[in-house]
């Protein structure tokens, strides 16, 4: 079945590092990819997504491009800032139109210092 | 951006007991998803409904069901509670959103503890 693969964590960086966060990913067909982010006490929030090979989302400075040679999905920033704390969850679907169930990885913490 | 309201955010049930939790959607969102979220654990997918019919399950059993009504409210009852169905249920509506169609905007979600 589908299955999502991310790095282990938590993450801790400095205000203004690089981030990466790594996403491997399973699936019999081709799959949409998504970055959500979960802030304390709110939602999941979609991130950024991307729905073929090659493609790349963007959104807040963060990027993550689709390499389907590799099947990843990883998740970079130039320079993180304090508000980036959160927990970032990569995820796949399957399907399209009104089915789109999600399949996530276990999430991975940032936290960001000043 | 959330559009999606969830209700209670917290509650305590003892196990064998029955639950329902609420969700209600932005207007035009006709599909809904409800996901189990274990703590450090990314979101299980329990089931989708689709113009008042389920479409599309997890693996979860039937006592976990729903029921949509026509003003884009939506209900998420399990029967028989176990001890490990404490977790974050998330609703979930499919909509236009800034980043195209069918997207997925989630709620806040409702916190389960089973004694």
Excluded at chain 1, 34 to 45: D, I
Excluded at chain 1, 96 to 101: L, M, R
Excluded at chain 2, 22 to 46: D, E, M
Aim: with cysteine.
């Amino acid at each position: 079945g589908d299955s999502v693969t991310q790095m282990e964590g938590p993450v801790t960086l400095s205000e203004e590092a690089f981030l990466t966060i790594n996403c491997t990913y399973t699936a019999t067909g081709y799959p949409s990819l998504f970055w959500y982010v979960q802030y304390p006490g709110e939602g999941l929030q979609l991130l950024l997504k991307a729905t073929k090979a090659d493609d790349k989302g963007s959104n807040k400075g963060f990027e993550a491009t689709y390499r389907k040679e590799t099947t990843s999905f990883h998740l970079e920033k130039g320079s993180v800032q304090v508000s980036d704390s959160a927990v970032y969850f990569c995820a796949l679907s399957e399907e399209s139109g009104a089915n789109s169930k999600l399949t996530f990885g276990k999430g991975i913490t940032l936290s960001v210092r000043p | 951006e959330t559009g999606v309201t969830q209700s209670p955010t917290h509650l305590i049930k003892t196990r064998g007991q029955q639950v329902t939790l609420r969700c209600s959607s932005q207007s035009g969102h006709n599909t809904v998803s409800w996901y189990q979220q274990a703590l450090g654990q990314g979101p299980q997918f329990i089931f989708q409904y689709y113009r008042e019919e389920e479409n599309g399950r997890g693996n979860f059993p039937p006592r976990f069901s729903g029921l949509q009504f026509p003003n884009y409210s939506f209900e998420l009852n399990v029967n028989a509670l176990e001890l490990d169905d404490s977790d974050l249920y998330l609703c979930a509506s499919s909509g236009i959103t800034r980043f195209g169609a069918n997207v997925l905007t989630f709620g806040a979600g409702s916190r389960l503890t089973v004694l």
